[in-house]
């Protein structure tokens, strides 16, 4: 079994910054491939960004591409993203999502085996 914790969730006004991270406890860490989404009230949840086991490459939706950045530390068993020039749209609960044992990036929201409990992002304008 796979445990996910999102933290750094929060406050800011438009135009700030906030980091999230996500911590993994339960299997190999390094071995995932992992994600962030996001959703509003009566709105499905959306993909953010994806990042390989490895770190090597990453993805970004349209929406946030350019001001956020998504980043591992696997000796922390930790995913991370940062999220600079924050609009009052990005505001939401964020998830993470983990796929173990993937070697590719991972898009689609189906496709992840183990979800963590979200943390809200609030952007004042």
């Known amino acids: 079994q796979v445990q996910l914790v999102e933290s750094g969730g929060g406050l800011v006004q438009a135009g700030g910054s906030l980091r999230l991270s996500c911590a993994a406890s339960?299997?190999?860490?390094?071995?995932?491939?992992m994600g962030w989404f996001r959703q509003t009230p009566g709105k499905e949840r959306e993909f953010v960004a994806a990042?390989?086991?490895?770190?090597?490459?990453?993805y970004y939706a349209s929406s946030v591409k350019g001001r956020f950045t998504i980043s591992r530390d696997n000796a922390k068993n930790t995913v991370y993203l940062q999220m600079n020039s924050l609009k009052p749209e990005d505001t939401a609960v964020y998830y993470c999502?983990?796929?173990?044992?993937?070697?590719?990036?991972?898009?689609?929201?189906?496709?992840?085996?183990?979800w963590g409990q979200g943390t809200q992002v609030t952007v004042s304008s």
């Open positions: 990042i390989t086991w490895s770190g090597g490459s990453a």
């Open positions: 339960g299997r190999t860490f390094s071995s995932f491939a």
């Open positions: 999502a983990a796929k173990p044992a993937s070697l590719s990036l991972v898009i689609q929201q189906y496709d992840y085996d183990y």
